[in-house]
């Protein structure tokens, strides 16, 4: 008789740190205390304050509803990449699990080159070629975060391809697509979430430091590693305002971290003591 499965820790702490990322950026959609992108010199590197939760910038920005907005960005940016990351990577995967031979040789090659350019890189690279922006942060980080999900899709079905189903579905002469969408997607669906929620976590990651070298998203839409760019003169005097958007980057990174872990360990039977 099986037992209900108790929810990791890590589990519930992921998914309430994200809730939270995930609630601010729907909250911007609706209200923030001020327009994000207005400046009032007048109110410029105020403190914490009743007006103003969080304070403000050197432009008089107000620093919570910049936080708030740039919730939005992150998970935007987030989604995107690891959505083209996701679609590309993962059949690439199957198809190298499933072919083999020459097939899967050049797949995986292709993967490994692919690998020696980091995410940063490529976003580096695709900025001086096509211009910063948003778009082409989401592309390049999408683009290198492929190797990641043909890996982890490839080893999954290369498990399912040994299993005893699998091999009778191939001895019934089953078309290659028939098994891959009724046996081997579902069976590493598992993976493949695992995957997405530990690459939108290196995708916010890149895209602040992408935004904090000047290559991510332009001014003045609020972005959080553009806010610390801008808050790195003011170190010495006034340390909040690097605090913040350095609080809501590590919220997020912890949060689907954590939440990736939660749900591998969810998803592998072995990790849970099942037979």
């Known amino acids: 008789m099986k037992t209900a499965r108790k929810l990791s820790p890590a589990l519930l702490a992921g998914a309430v740190l994200v809730s939270l990322v995930l609630g601010a950026a729907l909250l911007s959609f609706l209200w923030t ?10 109110d410029r590197l105020q403190g914490s304050s009743a007006e103003h939760l ?3 910038d ?38 190298a699990g499933m072919s083999r031979g020459a097939v899967e040789e050049v ?10 350019f980091p995410a940063l890189l490529l976003a580096i690279m695709f900025g001086a070629v096509f211009g910063a922006g948003t778009t082409t942060a ?14 982890v899709a490839r080893s999954g079905t290369l498990q399912v391809m040994s299993t005893e189903y699998v091999q009778a579905a191939r001895a019934a002469s089953q078309p290659a697509l028939r098994i891959a969408r009724r046996h081997v997607l579902p069976n590493i669906a598992g993976l493949v979430v695992v995957q997405c929620s530990v690459t939108f976590g290196l995708a916010v990651l890149a895209e602040a430091a992408l935004s904090f070298l000047g290559l991510g998203t332009p001014p003045p ?14 170190l010495g005097t006034y340390p909040s305002l690097a605090l913040w958007p350095g609080a809501a980057i590590a919220v997020a990174v912890l949060g689907f971290n954590l939440l990736g872990d939660g749900l591998r360990d969810r998803f592998d039977p072995k990790l849970n003591g099942e037979r």
């Open 33 to 42: 205390p001020y327009d994000p992108v207005q400046a009032f010199p007048a």
């Open 54 to 56: 969080m304070g403000t």
């Open 58 to 95: 050197r432009y008089g920005r107000d620093v919570f509803s910049g936080i708030l907005y740039g919730a939005r960005i992150t998970l935007f940016v987030g989604l995107v990449a690891v959505g083209i990351a996701a679609l590309i990577g993962t059949p690439l995967g199957i198809l």
């Open 107 to 116: 797949t995986m090659r292709g993967a490994d080159i692919l690998l020696a």
């Open 138 to 151: 989401m592309v390049a980080i999408g683009i290198g975060s492929i190797p990641g999900f043909a890996r």
């Open 221 to 234: 839409v609020p972005s959080w590693g553009r806010m610390l760019q801008e808050s790195q003169q003011f």
